[in-house]
């Protein structure tokens, strides 16, 4: 008999890029985005044809689009990515709840699972970005980014006016971020937070050693990795929009970074995205690395700090300077030098910790393999069908729910065509859980209705981490696990200048 | 071809059996009456009478205070849900976004629910129009436990952009009437005995107590004209002994019966 699950929980994805959010946190400023989640067969019999829908959420602000998903058969083990769109705007930060139906005829399974919505804000005086959430609010305030040293932007539209620093770049995510522009150019000058300070005010101050985690689940550090990823695309569109994506505009601190990145060139329209996304992803990869997933700083802050019994501690701050000893490599296991002081206020005292160490990224795979056509003869109604084997470090192949794989394709005018890739046995996917995950596009129609479709395309095969906590852990279990990270391994920035390897996976000639 | 959503009436139709509450942090757990402050989950039984398909029909749900009259726009938005159906296929939805009944209406439930897809489209009015619309059913039942004397409140609404007339005429109903709610309210409706009602009425009176002589109380309450979008309230009240009762309060215009709610009395020992 069938029985459905959804194991993990349903994780964002922005439109932007497309590319998931760390840790699968909702973030309200981008307004609308998709939510994913994976949906297992927990059963030993195949399911035959299923409707899988929301039903509903806990937040009247979170506005689902209604679609129901068809599945024509999920065999039994078998796991199935869905998503639906969901405009965030109104929702209230916090955990929620949605509930999710897998409906077989007269049968129907109710899943209800959590989510977490943080609202990400600017805060124009001090200069800092903050994230909202149950427990309190996390600030940061960035004071140097690592970027190349020249760039190819420059092309500032408007003069840059020293005494209106204070850009709130997340208005350029809420007006423009759900829109893809074919001549849309990526261009930054900053990649990399390498120096900023956080801090956190917890809500309400607490008595004791140990404060609650963000969500009673992530660290805290997931908050920065969200506020780092949004504000690096906010500042690639806002370069674009009018040539004011200084990330140092919105922090007020400084000017550029201390090394000299390579430059990420992205020919426009597509391609651009796609370097937007993965810029954007090395910048929460190298924030997540350079923390440690194990035991995030304010944890370890207050492992090192217990305050005298009677009193309570009313903020932390983090004060972190990240020296990149490596290139960060998306998806490989790169080195990053970091110091950083932690400091807990109470009503009574003031306590202080250092670390000066070095971390490593543990979001990597060993190697992927793909295997796709070089030629598409669309005149033969033929399909381009992408198949991906993905290893992790220890050698073992990951399958199903373990990945969040998208295939995403630059045409030759700079189309972005973008779609998923299964382990669920369902055509184009010949097996389940046999690790080789697959999607398919027919060309057909693109021929059809722009002649331009025809040519070369380009192909980005981006695999990110799920997360795989599960809900019987506790908190502490949880936050050491984290998703959303890419593990592909498309892009390297390292620090000699030039021009960063920025990687396709393949090509194919659409004829 | 047609898809025909229905949340089905009851009867009287404003105690509809396809629409309850479940009290308490789990949506999923056995019905039961909401409870003043602790938050409650709305479900809804939607069938689909057509012979199509019907894919991510909308259900939207409400709460008002014990009220007749109540339309779309003076009613409290809880949430929405979505639900499939096949032809002749009825599903149990859930609204998650939580429903926390305020002390103000003392935990009454005066709960609606309606579906709809642009298939098959609500009418194009603010008004639920309950008895002759099948997409929309309400529940509109108020449970007063009391040991002699009871009343309960209630507002009267013309949501009408004209003056409107209204009568209400008030009347003891069969407790049997209630066999069919029973799986939703726990043990409250179980093994009810009837009881003797006395000096039932109608008043204006915010609090009426044993040595108020009623003022304006009748049973079948003289004329109201209300002006646009006006709210009266009014209060029933009376005495319960041994037992309980089943009172429904009837709304009429000039032509039909436009809005109802129900008290149940349950005479409470002493002690």
């Known amino acids: 008999m069938a029985a459905f699950a959804i194991v993990h929980r349903p994780f964002a994805s922005e439109p932007f890029t497309g590319l998931a959010l760390p840790d699968g946190i909702f973030e309200t400023s981008i307004g609308v985005q998709r939510i994913n989640a994976h949906v297992t067969n927990t059963g030993a019999a195949a399911a035959g044809m299923a409707a899988v829908y929301i039903e509903s959420s806990s937040d009247p602000g979170i506005v689902v689009t209604p679609q129901t998903h068809f599945v024509p058969d999920l065999t039994g083990g078998a796991t199935r990515l869905f998503s639906w769109q969901a405009d965030f705007s109104a929702a209230v930060p916090g955990t929620h709840r949605v509930s999710f139906v897998v409906q077989q005829g007269a049968a129907k399974t109710r899943i209800i699972k959590k989510i977490f919505v943080t609202r990400v804000l600017f805060e124009p005086v001090s200069g800092t970005f903050s994230a909202q959430f149950p427990e309190g609010t996390l600030s940061v305030r960035f004071h140097e980014f690592a970027g190349p040293e020249s760039t190819c932007c420059g092309k500032r539209k408007q003069p840059h006016d020293p005494d209106q620093k204070a850009v709130n770049l997340l208005d350029y995510i809420r007006r423009n971020g759900g829109r893809r522009d074919a001549s849309f150019v990526f261009c930054l000058s900053q990649y990399l937070p390498a120096s900023y300070t956080l801090t956190f005010t917890p809500n309400p101050p607490y008595a004791g050693q140990y404060s609650d985690l963000p969500f009673s689940d992530p660290w805290w550090k997931i908050l920065l990795c969200v506020i780092a990823l949004l504000l690096l695309i906010a500042a690639a569109i806002a370069e674009a929009v009018d040539g004011s994506g200084d990330v140092t505009v919105t922090g007020g601190g400084g000017g550029g970074g201390n090394e000299n990145c ?235 200048g030039g021009t960063c390897p920025f990687v396709p996976d393949g090509h194919v000639n659409v004829i | 071809m047609s898809v025909q959503l229905e949340v089905r009436d009851g009867n009287p139709w404003w105690l509809s059996t396809d629409i309850w509450t479940v009290s308490g942090d789990d949506p999923e757990a056995p019905p039961g009456a909401p409870i003043v402050g602790i938050p409650a989950y709305l479900w809804a039984s939607v069938r689909n009478n057509g012979n199509t398909a019907v894919a991510s029909a909308t259900v939207r749900f409400y709460w008002a205070n014990p009220s007749v009259g109540f339309d779309r726009n003076t009613a409290n938005f809880i949430g929405s849900a979505f639900v499939s159906l096949d032809p002749g296929q009825a599903q149990d939805v859930l609204c998650l976004t939580p429903w926390v009944p305020a002390f103000v209406n003392g935990g009454h439930e005066c709960v609606l629910a309606e579906a709809f897809h642009s298939s098959d489209p609500l009418p194009a009015s603010p008004a639920f129009n309950v008895p002759v619309d099948r997409h929309v059913a309400q529940r509109n039942l108020s449970v007063v436990m009391a040991l002699k004397q009871f009343s309960a409140r209630f507002e009267i609404h013309n949501s009408s952009r004209k003056p409107r007339t209204f009568r209400l005429r008030v009347q003891e109903g069969d407790l049997r009437e209630l066999q069919a709610l029973a799986p939703f309210y726990g043990k409250l409706l179980q093994n009810l005995k009837p009881g003797r009602v006395g000096n039932l009425r109608l008043t204006d009176a915010l609090c009426p107590c044993e040595e108020q002589a009623p003022k304006n109380s009748t049973l079948d309450h003289a004329p109201l004209q209300l002006a646009p979008g006006a709210r009266l309230g009014l209060t029933l009240a009376g005495e319960i002994e041994g037992g309980a009762a089943l009172i429904h309060i009837r709304q009429l215009d000039e032509r039909r019966e436009v809005g109802g709610l129900s008290v149940l009395v349950v005479h409470r020992q002493g002690g």
């Open chain 1, 262 to 496: 390579c430059g990420v060139g992205a020919e426009g329209g597509g391609s651009s995205y796609i370097a937007a996304g993965l810029v954007a992803a090395a910048a929460a990869v190298a924030t997540a690395a350079g923390l440690s997933d194990a035991r995030d700083p304010f944890r370890r802050g207050q492992d090192n700090t217990p305050p005298n019994a009677g009193e309570t501690t009313l903020g932390e701050q983090v004060a972190v300077q990240l020296d990149y000893v490596e290139p960060v490599a998306l998806g490989k296991p790169f080195a990053v030098g970091v110091k950083w002081g932690y400091q807990r206020t109470t009503d009574a005292n003031t306590y202080a910790f250092g670390v000066s160490e070095t971390q490593h990224n543990v979001h990597v795979l060993s190697r992927y393999e793909l295997n796709a056509p070089d030629v598409v003869l669309t005149y033969k109604e033929e399909r381009f069908v992408i198949r991906g084997r993905f290893i992790d470090k220890d050698e073992q192949v990951l399958r199903g729910g373990a990945l969040f794989v998208q295939c995403f394709m630059v045409g030759p005018a700079g189309q972005l065509i973008q779609f998923e890739m299964q382990d669920d046995g369902n055509w184009p996917d010949d097996k389940p859980n046999d690790g080789t995950y697959t999607g398919q596009h027919d060309f057909l129609r693109d021929v059809r209705k722009d002649p331009t479709a025809r040519g070369i395309w380009t192909y980005y095969v981006i695999a990110q981490d799920v997360n795989q906590a599960t809900p019987d852990m506790t908190p502490e279990q949880a936050a050491q696990i984290i998703g959303g990270m890419v593990v592909t391994h498309q892009l390297v920035v390292d620090f000699n």
